[in-house]
């Protein structure tokens, strides 16, 4: 193996033992006393049609009744949380990837207004579709 082979291999390890130490801080340790606990940040896809913008949400594992969707001026705010399931919690933790705990997610919108028209959360995902008005 080449030097820069080597080089190239170390910086990949390192940064995939960082993700993965963040994951794991981000869905397994409590926070410290007097602060507020850890939050994570669902991945978001936003894609406009004709007539609706899209802004899909992933959640996997998160029941409907654990989710708040709000819009404060031209801020769109998802939150609510994802629980370990009960075997997790009867069992021994060999790989958690897949985020806990309480999530927030805030997203600009594009300043002109808007109709939330549709809300469904689905295949793990939530769909938001926008009316442009």
């Avoid at 193996?1 to 960082?18: F, H, P, T, Y």
């Avoid at 990837?97 to 997610?105: C, D, K, L, Q, V």
Wanted: proline share 9%; net charge positive; with cysteine.
């Amino acid at each position: 193996m080449s030097l820069r082979d080597m080089e190239n291999w170390m910086w990949s390890e390192a940064v995939r033992m960082l993700e993965r130490a963040e994951r794991t801080q981000r869905t397994v340790a409590p926070p410290a006393a007097g602060r507020r606990p850890s939050r994570w940040e669902p991945p978001v896809d936003v894609y406009e049609t004709g007539d609706l913008l899209w802004v899909v949400t992933a959640l996997p594992g998160v029941a409907p009744e654990q989710v708040a969707v709000q819009i404060q001026q031209d801020v769109l705010i998802v939150t609510g949380e994802r629980r370990l399931p009960e075997a997790a919690h009867r069992g021994r933790l060999h790989r958690v990837e897949i985020p806990a705990g309480r999530f927030e997610r805030r997203l600009m919108l594009p300043p002109r207004p808007l109709e939330l028209v549709h809300n469904e959360l689905l295949n793990g995902c939530l769909y938001l579709g926008f009316r442009k008005l």
